[in-house]
Nanobody
Framework: QVQLVESGGGLVQPGGSLTLSCAAS????????MGWYRQAPGKQRDMVAT???????NYVDSVKGRFTISRDSAKNTVYLRMNSLKPEDTAVYYC?????????????WGQGTQVTVSS
């Protein structure tokens, strides 16, 4: 069973920074991709940033230039560095891992970590 454990959320003022961590229970290279999603109250869960096993990163337009996804294979951990945070970044952030096996796509999720941007 795959476990993803997020950490690093909290309360930060507008313009501040946070780094989220997602520790996987097995090698991050065993997944086709990993990423971060977020869900604000009353809204759907949306992609924030993803990184493939080959290292290609993708970001939603609203965070480009402010957020950076990275990984540390030795620690089986994926990070999301968030700079210049805005109130609209407030949400529960979830770590995701995708494993494709043949025609099946398995998605794994962490429990989520709250990020609140407020003065």
């Amino acid at each position: 069973q795959v476990q993803l454990v997020e950490s690093g959320g909290g309360l930060v003022q507008p313009g501040g920074s946070l780094t989220l961590s997602c520790a996987a229970s097995r090698s991050i290279f065993s997944f086709n991709a990993m990423g971060w999603y977020r869900q604000a109250p009353g809204k759907q869960r949306d992609m924030v940033a993803t990184i493939t096993s080959s290292g290609r990163a993708n970001y939603v337009d609203s965070v480009k230039g402010r957020f950076t996804i990275s990984r540390d294979s030795a620690k089986n951990t994926v990070y999301l560095r968030m700079n210049s945070l805005k109130p609209e970044d407030t949400a529960v952030y979830y770590c995701n891992a995708v494993k494709v096996s043949g025609r099946a796509e398995n998605n794994y999720w962490g429990q989520g970590t709250q990020v609140t941007v407020s003065s």
